[in-house]
């Protein structure tokens, strides 16, 4: 690494500084360093202190301010790394959302599937229930011939028996009529 020796002015005073960092930031670390002293020297001047040690509460302000940064990048530090662990754990639930919405595609899916052959289950069941009520109707409508036929039938039977026994009453009428006469000749 390259030093970079930079003139500086601090408190009125030059001062030639070394180091690895760029020339803007040695600049700028005794920017801050000048305007500290003003602030201190000031203060003390106002309060009626002695500004004899001017360095020291400088230096001591400074590691004030450090040791604050260093605090809250330690808490930055705290605040990411719950960050982080807040993150993986919405990227768990994130992987287990994804998990059970293909479960639940998967589940759909299947449900679909069974809906669908139990609907082809209905179909055939009422294409067969159809067909068995077309039966029921053909078989009832050839009963219902037979019967009428069968019907038919008796009823021409009973007639031709109404007349058979009609033509034998007076038959026997006729025969009662010729007896009487047959006993009154003779």
Request: include cysteine; charged fraction near 30%.
């Amino acid at each position: 690494m390259e030093n970079n020796k930079v003139k500086v002015k601090i408190y009125g005073q030059e001062y030639v500084i070394s180091g690895a960092k760029s020339r803007e930031e040695i600049v700028q670390v005794a920017a801050h360093v000048d305007v500290k002293m003003q602030e201190i020297a000031e203060a003390a001047n106002a309060s009626g202190v002695a500004a004899a040690n001017l360095g020291v509460l400088a230096a001591v302000n400074i590691t004030s301010e450090y040791f604050q940064v260093m605090q809250e990048l330690e808490e930055q530090k705290r605040i990411n790394i719950q960050l982080e662990k807040d993150a993986q754990h919405y990227v768990q639930l994130w992987d287990e959302s994804k998990k059970n919405y293909i479960d639940y595609k998967e589940e759909t899916q299947a449900v679909v599937l069974q809906k669908e052959e139990l609907l082809g289950q209905i179909g055939a069941l009422e294409e067969e229930n159809r067909k068995l009520k077309a039966a029921v109707e053909t078989a009832r409508t050839q009963t219902q011939s037979s019967m009428d036929a069968v019907v038919k039938e008796v009823e021409e039977k009973c007639r031709e028996l109404e007349n058979s026994f009609f033509d034998l009453q007076m038959e026997n009428l006729q025969l009662k009529k010729k007896l009487e006469k047959y006993r009154n000749n003779g």
